[in-house]
């Protein structure tokens, strides 16, 4: 079954901790992506990789850290400098230059309180 | 202006109906025009990706791209209560790898 898999589904942690997501994708793709999605606002970018060793800052960065040190493998790390860090995270990933083929994973949801 | 905008809604038809979901944008560089299907407390689903102006037809799903206009449809014909969820429409430029999302419309279809 090829997909892209996110764990857990639900975590939930106290402020000023860090908490790293799970995102694995066994799809061969080499383009990865985190996006944030909160009520009423659309998918923001986070984080994302075109290839092994490598990554970009999207448009909410900060507060988040990124590794990919495999092609499947693409963790977040959300930090204790993140302000508002309660939301629904999901994964996604595409095949090298077609970013609009970009398919999800189911997504995590991080409460902080 | 916002990059993209979506009336989120919600929407709500009768079974059968034909459904008119829509978009509109403001960066004339957007080549690439995705609508995503996403059922509560799931992942988006791509439904279907258009390049530049015209038509593309899936199924009982239509995508619609008027570019002079900045503006993009999803119609969906004889809809289903399975249809129910909220809609995302994303457009990219080539050469990038970011998408920009609508915030999304939520459709429900009654039986």
């Known amino acids: 079954d090829g997909g892209i898999t996110q764990s857990p589904k639900y975590l939930f942690r106290k402020e000023g901790q860090n908490v790293t997501l799970s995102c694995e994708q066994n799809l061969n793709h080499d383009a990865m992506y985190w996006y944030r999605q909160d009520p009423g606002q659309g998918l923001r970018l986070i984080y994302y990789?075109?290839?092994?060793?490598?990554?970009q800052k999207g448009d909410i960065a900060e507060g988040y850290s990124v590794s990919r040190e495999k092609k499947e493998s693409f963790p977040l790390t959300v930090t204790s400098a993140q302000k508002n860090p309660t939301a629904f995270y999901l994964c996604?990933?595409?095949?090298?230059?077609?970013?609009?083929?970009?398919?999800f994973g189911p997504g995590t949801r991080l409460t902080v309180t | 202006q916002k990059e993209v905008e979506q009336d989120p809604g919600p929407l709500s038809v009768p079974e059968g109906a034909i459904v008119s979901l829509n978009c509109t944008y403001s960066?004339?560089?957007?080549?690439?025009f995705m609508w995503y299907r996403q059922y509560s407390r799931k992942g988006p689903e791509l439904l279907m990706y258009t390049y530049s102006s015209g038509n593309k037809e899936d199924g009982r799903f239509t995508a619609q791209v008027d570019k002079s206009s900045k503006y993009i449809s999803l119609f969906i014909r004889d809809s289903q209560p399975s249809d129910s969820a909220t809609y995302l429409c994303?457009?990219?430029?080539?050469?990038?790898?970011?998408?920009?999302f609508g915030k999304g419309t939520k459709l429900t279809v009654n039986p």
């Open positions: 990789s075109q290839i092994v060793n490598d990554f």
């Open positions: 994303a457009m990219g430029q080539g050469g990038s790898e970011k998408l920009v």
């Open positions: 996604a990933s595409s095949p090298t230059g077609h970013s609009y083929e970009q398919y």
């Open positions: 960066n004339s560089a957007f080549q690439y």
